[in-house]
């Protein structure tokens, strides 16, 4: 259809758009119907195609509105979101000391975007268990777009601390960029406290695919650690293999802070209960 506009011009275009779609129109009003409005309708340029759908859905009653300039000013728009400065305040800390908790705890009065929330992935071989599925990459930067426009770029807005992927979604390059010289806040629990809030936020989902996610590791891990950890999983002592598996963290976390250029503040929460609330 979009050929034919642009080589018979828009009267043939419209001609092969009526015959697609007459036949599955009464289809199409019928799954209209289940929507709920307002809708925002889009094409890739925001003409003819958005335009005809949004004054169907108009015609039966359901509100709508067309994208202005379709999803390629969308797309630009999204784009011109990650780019922008923004004052990061990144919250780290080492796997298990409750970054995620916190976070959601301080989006209430802080500015917050939730990454792993966005993407559906704690960011960790075992991070997309008991997750639905992710979205695509572009999705996901979509959505991290439409998160940050309403905030204000001139207050802090705070971020876990993330490798570059999470899962199959890359953070956006022009954001991870500032991530990595913002201000690193460092949480501080104890290994006690850590494999607890790991047991808790993991031991509900089966042993079977905390195992899948051991194995991915092997490499990393060396036979010996793997068979040890799987061999404590398996007799369902999950603090012993979440133990064993800290220490590996632990030295991929310490090699990675490293690298950081921005400032490193630590906060020391050994006396917090997990799930209590914390202000900064």
């Not at 709920?36 to 925001?46: D, E, K, T, V």
């Not at 630009?76 to 400065?85: K, N, S």
């Not at 780290?92 to 992935?121: F, I, P, W």
């Not at 996901?140 to 979604?169: K, T, Y």
Request: hydrophobic residues 40%; proline residues 5%.
């Amino acid at each position: 259809m979009g050929c034919a506009y642009k080589q018979q011009g828009v009267a043939v275009a419209v001609d092969i758009g009526l015959r697609c779609v007459g036949a599955r129109l009464p289809e199409l009003i019928g799954q209209l119907r289940e929507l709920s409005g307002p809708l925002r309708i889009y094409c890739w340029r925001g003409g003819m195609r958005s335009g005809s759908l949004t004054a169907l859905c108009q015609q039966i009653g359901l509100p709508a509105v067309a994208m202005k300039g379709g999803y390629k000013a969308f797309r630009r728009w999204a784009l011109q979101q990650l780019c922008q400065q923004r004052r990061l305040h990144v919250l780290g800390g080492y796997t298990g000391c409750g970054k995620s908790e916190l976070l959601r705890q301080m989006a209430s009065d802080h500015q917050v975007l939730d990454l792993e929330q966005l993407a559906n992935h704690r960011g960790s071989s075992f991070g997309a268990i008991g997750l639905p599925p992710q979205p695509t990459t572009e999705q996901f930067e979509n959505q991290i777009a439409c998160q940050l426009a309403p905030m204000d770029p001139e207050q802090p807005v705070w971020v876990e601390d993330e490798s570059r992927s999470l899962g199959h979604c890359k953070v956006p390059d022009p954001l991870f960029a500032q991530m990595t010289t913002a201000p690193l806040f460092r949480i501080e629990r104890s290994i006690d406290e850590r494999v607890n809030i790991l047991v808790k936020e993991y031991g509900a989902y089966p042993v079977e695919g905390i195992l899948e996610a051991v194995q991915r590791l092997s490499k990393r891990l060396g036979g010996l650690r793997t068979a040890q950890i799987c061999n404590a999983l398996q007799q369902g002592e999950l603090a012993q293999a979440a133990a064993l598996l800290l220490d590996y963290y632990d030295r991929t976390y310490t090699h990675a802070i490293k690298k950081r250029i921005g400032p490193i503040t630590d906060i020391d929460v050994y006396s917090l209960s997990y799930g209590k609330r914390f202000s900064f």
